[in-house]
């Protein structure tokens, strides 16, 4: 197997704004706790787990994609991940949490976060109305 190696030096600027780069892109993480169809308490533990490893990593902003469901009226996926953010921000393990049809510029919540965590601000689900997502601001 071979290997290109570039000869091409970085400039200091270029290297500042890649450093940069990072930096935003770690502050927000998104997570597919629907992806492999678990059951609500396997979800909670996937949730939780990923949780602590965004607060080791600096993350500041977890969006979790946990579906709507297909009754109209919130799975099974939303409707026991919110209740157990609720408990998760009772508890002081999340700093709060906002359902995604709430998401929206018009939320004091929504805006003292994205105060927080300014990189929210190009999340597309920002004024959406997205049921199938919830939004946990870190500690």
Request: proline share 3%; hydrophobic share 40%.
């Given at each position: ?20 780069a ?15 169809l ?18 080791r990593e ?25 209740k ?13 949490f ?36 919830t ?5």
């Amino acid at each position: 197997m071979e290997y290109a190696i570039s000869s091409r030096r970085s400039s200091t600027k270029d290297s500042n704004f890649e450093i940069e780069a990072l930096k935003a892109m770690s502050a927000v993480r998104t997570y597919n706790v629907e992806a492999g169809l678990p059951i609500l308490d396997e979800a909670r533990r996937l949730v939780i787990a990923e949780i602590k490893k965004a607060e080791r990593e600096g993350v500041k902003a977890l969006k979790i994609i946990h579906g709507y469901g297909s009754s109209g009226k919130g799975g099974t996926l939303c409707v026991g991940l919110r209740k157990s953010f609720g408990l998760r921000k009772k508890e002081g393990i999340i700093r709060d949490f906002i359902a995604g049809e709430d998401f929206s510029i018009f939320n004091p919540t929504v805006l003292s976060m994205l105060e927080s965590v300014p990189e929210m601000r190009g999340d597309p689900d920002l004024n959406a109305t997205n049921e199938g997502v919830t939004f946990l601001w870190l500690k």
